[in-house]
Nanobody, 121 residues
């Protein structure tokens, strides 16, 4: 019954910014770590950024200083602010919740369907 829905992807020029959002639906008691992953053309899915329930974060080296992950626990939503975008950031971006406690049970490794980010002039 848990579903993650991403939004905010699209086409942006190099140097531009986008803000991705991912909201979890359902009657949710808590969510532990959440993260953003991406799959670029011809590459494996990779971790972009992650955030714990307490707000600790980590980032891939390629996005440090440009991307910021945050979350609103009251809204069961995680965000990814992407600044100074580069063509190599082009990918499908996915959000993941590691563990979601709901009224009917605990769901682990819940993935969204992805949102496409294209950085091109």
């Amino acid at each position: 019954q848990v579903q993650l829905v991403e939004s905010g992807g699209g086409l942006v020029q190099p140097g531009g910014s986008l803000r991705l959002s991912c909201a979890a639906s359902g009657i949710i008691f808590s969510i532990n770590a959440m993260g953003w992953y991406r799959r670029a053309p011809g590459k494996q899915r990779e971790l972009v950024a992650a955030i714990t329930s307490g707000g600790r974060t980590n980032y891939a080296d390629s996005v440090k200083g440009r991307f910021t992950i945050s979350r609103d626990n009251a809204k069961n939503t995680v965000y990814l602010q992407m600044n100074s975008l580069k063509p190599e950031d082009t990918a499908v971006y996915y959000c993941k919740a590691d563990s979601v406690a709901t009224s009917v049970g605990v769901y682990r490794d819940v993935w969204g369907q992805g949102t496409l980010v294209t950085v091109s002039s």
